[in-house]
């Protein structure tokens, strides 16, 4: 671990990045982190990279921590870096993105001193309804909806929580949502909160191809740890054609367009290989009738999410 610049002010967070040959997007994500309206510590976790990167980061972090290439896992990075922050709360960002408001740290940071665990940006409760200001969402909640909620794209916590739960250093993909199914027991809420939403581009950045592998690894890893309704074919092509696809784990993307089908495809190949596998049968999800789309003041809150009052 080296450590890099140094800031008179008291930080009030640890603002942990994860790097891997970072250098042509690093720069305007630790820019985005000194434009806060709050002190923040900047922790950069490497993984071997071979570009500017590490130039970038020693020039702009307070600190630099190395891990090896070959023993790199998200939560294994993610852990680094919590161990080597200093304050009460950490932020996961991702290299590939920008903090798009100076307050976004300041009202992380507020919820999290209100009794938050965690928080993350999102517009949608689980079932795609409009969120009008911030909610708390219980742990049973979560565990309820395993595809939406915490992502470490850009995300905070508590650091005493982290201590408590490190992230689960064995898992290829969705160590985040993982973490809070364990974190929020017996402890404070995830709160979610439409300022908090932080634009991630990256995952489709990388070609169809890329994408496809993503979500693969991503749904996979979430049905190894919590079994996921059928998608047989049938699912796969009306998912396909409908404005608002009712499995959760497909986005908003046009109906028919390539987006939806690199999606339906990946959902449709983690099915087949369970089956194959002879996975468990799990129940088809329950589309409620205020989702997509519909007037949020028409849908009561759902059981296990509750508003949180704005800082």
Request: one cysteine or more; proline letters at 6%.
């Given at each position: 671990?080296?450590?890099?610049?140094?800031?008179?002010?008291?930080?009030?967070?640890?603002?942990?990045?994860?790097?891997?040959?970072?250098?042509?997007?690093?720069?305007?994500?630790?820019?985005?982190?000194?434009?806060?309206?709050?002190?923040?510590?900047?922790?950069?976790?490497?993984?071997?990279?071979?570009?500017?990167?590490?130039?970038l980061a020693d020039a702009l972090?307070?600190?630099?921590?190395?891990?090896?290439?070959?023993?790199?896992?998200?939560?294994?990075?993610?852990?680094?870096?919590?161990?080597?922050?200093?304050?009460?709360?950490?932020?996961?960002?991702?290299?590939?993105?920008?903090?798009?408001?100076?307050?976004?740290?300041?009202?992380?940071?507020?919820?999290?001193?209100?009794?938050?665990?965690?928080?993350?940006?999102?517009?949608?409760?689980?079932?795609?309804?409009?969120?009008?200001?911030?909610?708390?969402?219980?742990?049973?909640?979560?565990?309820?909806?395993?595809?939406?909620?915490?992502?470490?794209?850009?995300?905070?916590?508590?650091?005493?929580?982290?201590?408590?739960?490190?992230?689960?250093?064995?898992?290829?993909?969705?160590?985040?949502?993982?973490?809070?199914?364990?974190?929020?027991?017996?402890?404070?809420?995830?709160?979610?909160?439409?300022?908090?939403?932080?634009?991630?581009?990256?995952?489709?950045?990388?070609?169809?191809?890329?994408?496809?592998?993503?979500?693969?690894?991503?749904?996979?890893?979430?049905?190894?740890?919590?079994?996921?309704?059928?998608?047989?074919?049938?699912?796969?092509?009306?998912?396909?054609?409908?404005?608002?696809?009712?499995?959760?784990?497909?986005?908003?993307?046009?109906?028919?367009?390539?987006?939806?089908?690199?999606?339906?495809?990946?959902?449709?190949?983690?099915?087949?290989?369970?089956?194959?596998?002879?996975?468990?049968?799990?129940?088809?999800?329950?589309?409620?009738?205020?989702?997509g789309g519909a007037d949020a003041?028409?849908?009561?809150?759902?059981?296990?999410?509750?508003?949180?009052?704005?800082?």
């Open positions: 671990m080296s450590d890099g610049v140094t800031h008179a002010a008291e930080p009030v967070a640890s603002v942990v990045v994860r790097t891997f040959d970072s250098a042509a997007t690093l720069e305007a994500t630790l820019t985005s982190v000194r434009a806060q309206d709050v002190p923040a510590e900047v922790v950069v976790v490497d993984s071997g990279s071979t570009d500017a990167t590490l130039g972090a307070d600190r630099v921590v190395h891990v090896p290439r070959g023993e790199f896992t998200y939560g294994g990075a993610l852990n680094a870096g919590a161990a080597a922050a200093t304050t009460d709360v950490h932020v996961a960002l991702s290299s590939h993105c920008v903090l798009p408001d100076p307050a976004w740290l300041r009202t992380a940071v507020s919820h999290l001193h209100a009794g938050a665990t965690a928080a993350v940006g999102l517009t949608t409760d689980a079932h795609g309804v409009p969120l009008d200001g911030p909610v708390a969402a219980s742990h049973e909640y979560v565990l309820a909806h395993p595809w939406w909620g915490f992502s470490n794209h850009a995300s905070a916590w508590r650091a005493d929580a982290w201590r408590h739960h490190r992230f689960d250093e064995s898992l290829s993909a969705s160590e985040d949502k993982e973490w809070t199914w364990r974190a929020l027991a017996g402890a404070g809420p995830l709160v979610v909160d439409q300022r908090l939403v932080v634009v991630g581009v990256h995952r489709r950045s990388g070609g169809a191809a890329s994408y496809y592998r993503r979500l693969v690894k991503e749904v996979g890893a979430t049905h190894h740890l919590r079994p996921l309704p059928g998608f047989g074919l049938r699912e796969a092509v009306l998912d396909w054609v409908r404005p608002t696809p009712h499995d959760p784990y497909l986005s908003s993307a046009s109906r028919l367009g390539r987006t939806r089908a690199i999606e339906v495809a990946a959902r449709w190949d983690v099915d087949r290989r369970t089956r194959r596998a002879g996975g468990p049968e799990v129940p088809g999800f329950a589309v409620p009738v205020c989702a003041a028409a849908c009561p809150v759902p059981s296990g999410l509750r508003a949180f009052s704005r800082s």
